[in-house]
């Protein structure tokens, strides 16, 4: 089926959703971004840090902002630079807003812990290093649930997920034949899927690696994919057979057509597909291009409602999205994209905005949203289990119930066998600085542990002394 533009004004809250870009000073200027042309977002926000990887001679490197601290960047600003290539992909924590992920041309991939407040010198030390692929890693994702499952894409065809508890990867995806294009998850992360340069578009049992669905895109040449939250639904951005730009929508439980296909445009920059679970709002953005579609999926026909078009002269190289916590609820804002502008060296925000006269909390807008506590843990999901997100509310504003604290493996190195392969065979040797830099951490991690125990001897014993004086004093002194 392919659908017409033609406007039908089915009444929709969304119908007048607009886009507002910030003002000059709520933009970040004189950031030197990458000019890597690999078709990533290069960006990733969340409600305190902005993340974005810049142009950097001799290995790769990323920025981190405090999003409160808008305006001109000092050219000296701290980097993020122990990659030995180029980053090709970043993505924060969705749990631990201090921790942050990367993979890169050097095939590694790995974890980092931003001090509050943001960085006050380069950092090269990781509190992970992940070495498991053959080949440069282009993507990464976070498990939608639980707090340690990290997935990684290589140029190996691998999908690797790795256990952050242990810091090893615990199982291997192998069925794409081809470079991995994007990966998404359903709600509570028990099914994956994924667009292949293969021309396949697949949904994976991600524990067991079988493939659930598999659709050969022949008239539908398939780029992007995403899952509409519990809709059982796929959504993917592509090309036709004219060369035209696309998107499909699919039963997940039936990939062998496609529900609905839509024309969009003749351009040919990469589309990227968002989907926000709450509104049911698709958003398109066009690398490339300067103006971003928006639209109201429903489970009825016709499926995809186009609602309107943001138009900005400034092309995007990509785009950095919010998440629902750090939203501003009290300006009815449902969503925040923050846009690379590579020539000005700029990065816009973009609220989408419902327009409402009233200055109460617009329940309507704003159902119970996926928060920032873990429903499992690695363990947990690892055995089978599968939970829903845990939900919050944005009424009142932003409050966190628990401080958690990421605590990073300790781990020796040695071999890394995943279904039978040995995955570290072809990593080059780490440098002697690099052993000797660990080494000494270790030492210092051990005096520490000493110091700790010495003090709690000296505690117990203080104690034990206590519980004896008690034990002497008579009930007729009391």
Known sequence: ?????????????????????????????????????????????????????????????FIIIPVSQSGRLDSHYPKVCGHQGNVLDIKWNPFFENIIASCSEDTSVRVWEIPEGGLRRNMTEAVLELYGHSRRVGLIEWHPTSSGILFSAGYDYKILIWNLEIGEPVKMIDCHTDVILSMSFN?????LATSCKDKKLRVIE?????????????????????????????????????????????????????????????????????????????????????????FEITTEKPYIQYLMEFRSPAPQKGLGVMPKHGLDVAACEVFRFYKLVTLKGLIEPISMIVPRRSDTYQEDIYPM???????????????????????????????????????????????????????????????????????????????RLKEELTTKDVRIRQLELELNNLKNVSPTNV
């Open 187 to 191: 709600t509570d992360g028990s099914l």
């Open 1 to 61: 089926i392919t659908m017409s533009w033609r406007p039908t004004y089915r009444s929709s809250k969304f119908r007048n959703v607009y886009g507002k870009v910030g003002n000059r000073e709520h933009c970040y200027d004189g950031i030197p971004i990458t000019k890597n042309v690999h078709d990533n977002h290069f960006c990733a926000v969340n409600s305190k840090f902005l993340a974005v990887v810049t142009e950097s001679a001799g290995g790769g490197s």
């Open 206 to 294: 991600p524990r067991s690696g079988r493939v659930l669905q598999q659709a050969s895109c022949k008239n539908h040449r398939v780029n992007r994919v995403v899952f509409l939250g519990n809709m059982k639904r796929l959504l993917t951005t592509g090309v036709s057979r004219w060369n035209t730009r696309q998107i499909a929508l699919w039963d997940q439980e039936d990939l062998s057509m496609p529900i609905v296909e839509e024309d969009i445009d003749g351009l040919s920059g990469l589309l990227f597909p968002f989907y926000d679970t709450d509104t049911h709002m698709l958003y398109l953005a066009g690398k490339g291009d300067g103006n971003i579609r928006y």
């Open 369 to 447: 949203t996926a928060g920032t506590e873990p429903a499992l843990s690695a363990s947990e999901w690892l055995s089978g289990i599968d939970r829903d997100p845990v939900l919050m509310s944005l009424k009142d504003g932003y409050h966190r119930p628990n401080q958690l604290v990421f605590k990073a493996p300790v781990k020796e190195k040695k071999s890394v066998v995943v279904n039978g392969i040995d995955l570290l065979e072809n990593v080059p040797p780490r440098t002697e600085n690099e052993l000797l830099r660990m080494f000494f951490r270790q030492q210092d991690e051990l005096r």
